[in-house]
RNA sequence: CGGGAUGUAGCGCAGUCAGGCUAGCGCACUACGUUCGGGACGUAGGGGUCGGGAGUUCGAAUCUCCCCAUCCCGACCA
């Protein structure tokens, strides 16, 4: 496992630290848990973002926006949704500071309470079902298909960089269905998106499935979600997408008269993922020496490095450099040539190693006499010298490679650290010790799930779809079970 | 909210137990010079209300009380 997951390296907060800094405001700090995104991190952040909103786009979606906050009373209607969320939401109670009576300082105007206090959303299905009332009267209007991209608010316990912070970006995608198929296949569609954004774009193989009862969404039907194994052996749900019946149409009223001119309730899902995928990235392929980035996803695919002493040299190995860049780009890809000279080269190649750029090309003398640069990939940390004529070529191949590579390197990792488990002590040693996906019988109940998730910290990650069914017996209770379900110890 | 730990320069830390030189070290930063194919070196500099407030004392980073924040372990969660 790479140290800095045990935050052990001294390198650790340095490049963590590159990325994004913990909202630290100085005095009687309120900003609890906060990110603040440095630009690095955040333009990680817009290639997830513009990548994931095309395939939205493909699949008939458009972006909207509703606002940050919430009358307290939507919340109340309804009542699983309520009970899920109001343990962690922020209030705003007043509109109005004033100077305080000493002339120092100033305070909350006690005359300026709000009338109902406003809730920072946590998740946005209430505001948007009491706006969707309005803009859904027939089938013609259906279906809507809605996304927003935002940020929203939970004041969680305890947070976590990336992981679990108290502010967060994400998107979150609000559909409306004139049936329930429809909505399960929109629920269904969208899981399929998310996994394949999280195994072709990001390299993360994830577990695809549905969530038991008591581990939903709150206010939902049925949960799909998509889990990855990040490298600590603990698991990371990574995009869930939400089936959710008629519940909120009931609590919101929101009916449209069919074919037939009967009025009807609308079927609902929401799904959403969140720059917690940032932290997957991070935890799933980082190692000792940084990042290690995607190509599909990295800002910066290619970076040059010019090796000179002096401007005469530096001019013309710029001229070789500057011709690589432009046909590196004529082939769509994302370069950088970094001729700084306020740095020496082996301090550029630290350096974008720690931010996981792909693909470095180092050009000096050398290259620039015998018409060759070298190639050195950072998933391997392999290095070659290619002949100029070659370098476009070889650089575009390195992309599908790399692309690949990581992909198979997290999934050899998973299915070394998925285990098939029958035996309750072997359970219990297995979580304990080594982390992973567990797959084992459970017997369907929730008390055998609370008390496995008692005992051992892990819980049932997912009901794979399409799982096979196979006869055994619940590795708890020994009750007999139809299929396997996955266990493990989850961030 | 319970248990534990921590808060000193941009970052990482020592100093606190046992109060007392002008509050230190490494990295980073600035200037000049030499360097430049794997995080350069030398010389000279700059940067601190020691988390905040109150108290004890001739004297507080150090002791006492209150508050705030962070991290780890629980409960909660994308």
Redesign the pocket.
């Known amino acids: 496992m790479a140290d800095f997951l045990t ?1 052990k390296e ?2 650790y ?3 963590y ?1 590159d990325l994004v ?4 405001m ?9 990110m603040v995104i440095k630009p690095y991190g955040y333009a990680i952040w817009e290639k997830v973002q513009s990548e994931l909103d095309r395939l939205f786009k493909q699949s008939g979606h458009v972006n909207a926006y509703f606002p940050l906050f919430i009358p307290k009373s939507f919340f109340a209607k309804e009542a699983d949704h309520v009970e ?1 969320f109001a ?2 939401c922020a209030v705003v109670t007043h509109y109005r500071l004033r100077n305080n009576k000493d002339g120092r300082g100033i305070e909350v105007d006690p005359e300026a309470r709000l009338e109902e206090e406003l809730i920072i959303r946590p998740t946005s299905e209430t505001i948007i079902w009491n706006t969707y009332k309005n803009w859904i009267q027939s089938y013609r209007d259906l279906p809507l298909l809605i996304n927003q991209w935002a940020n ?1 608010v ?1 004041w ?13 970006l ?1 998107q979150e995608g609000h559909t409306a269905h004139a049936t329930k198929n429809e909505a399960i296949e929109e629920t269904k569609t969208i899981i399929n998106l998310y996994e394949h954004f999280a195994q072709d774009f990001m390299g993360i193989p994830v577990l695809k499935g549905y969530k038991s009862d008591s ?1 939903k ?2 206010g939902a039907v049925d949960t799909y ?1 998509i889990e990855a194994l990040m490298q600590d052996g603990k698991a ?5 997408s939400h089936f959710l019946g008629q519940n909120f149409a009931k609590a919101f009223d929101v009916r449209f008269t069919d074919k037939s001119g009967e009025l009807q309730y609308v079927w609902s899902t929401s799904w ?5 995928l940032i ?1 997957a990235l991070i935890m799933a392929h980082g190692d000792n ?2 990042l290690v980035l995607p190509p599909n996803l990295a800002p910066v695919q290619v970076v040059i490095i010019p ?4 401007n005469t040299q530096l001019d013309s190995i710029s001229a070789t450099a500057l011709k690589i860049k432009s046909e590196l780009e004529k082939s769509g890809l994302r370069v950088k040539y970094d001729d700084r ?11 974008y ?2 931010k996981g750029v792909p693909v ?1 090309l ?9 018409g ?3 190639v ?1 990939r950072r998933d391997t ?1 392999e ?1 070659e ?1 290619i002949s100029l004529d070659k370098v476009t070529d070889h650089v575009t191949g390195l992309m599908t490679d790399i692309q690949k590579n990581i992909f198979s390197k997290s999934l050899a990792f998973r299915d070394k650290n998925t285990f098939r488990i029958d035996d309750w002590d072997e359970f219990r040693n297995t979580i304990e010790n080594k982390g992973g996906f567990i797959l084992a019988h459970w017997d369907g109940t929730a008390e055998t799930e609370e008390k496995i ?2 005992e051992t ?1 892990a ?1 049932i990650r997912v009901i794979p779809l399409d799982n096979e069914t196979e006869d055994g017996k619940c590795i708890y209770s020994g009750k007999p079970s139809k299929q396997r379900v996955v266990f493990a110890r ?2």
């Not at 100085?26 to 906060?34: F, H, L």
């Not at 180092?362 to 015998?370: F, L, Q």
Request: aromatic share 10%; net charge positive; glycine share 10%.
């Open positions: 935050k001294d390198n907060a340095q490049w630290n800094i913990k909202a630290d100085a005095e009687n700090s309120a900003v609890r848990g906060c899920g343990k962690e929203v939970r969680e316990m305890r947070t976590r960089l990336f992981l679990r912070t108290a502010e967060f994400w581990e969404f709150a979600a990371l749900q990574a995009g869930t959403g993922v969140s720059t917690r932290g020496n940084g090796i000179y002493k002096g000279d306020t740095h020496k080269p082996g301090f550029k190649f630290a350096e190693e720690l470095r180092a050009i000096g003398p050398r290259d620039v006499e015998n060759t640069a070298e050195a940390m290095k010298v998730k008692n910290k819980t989850a961030y």
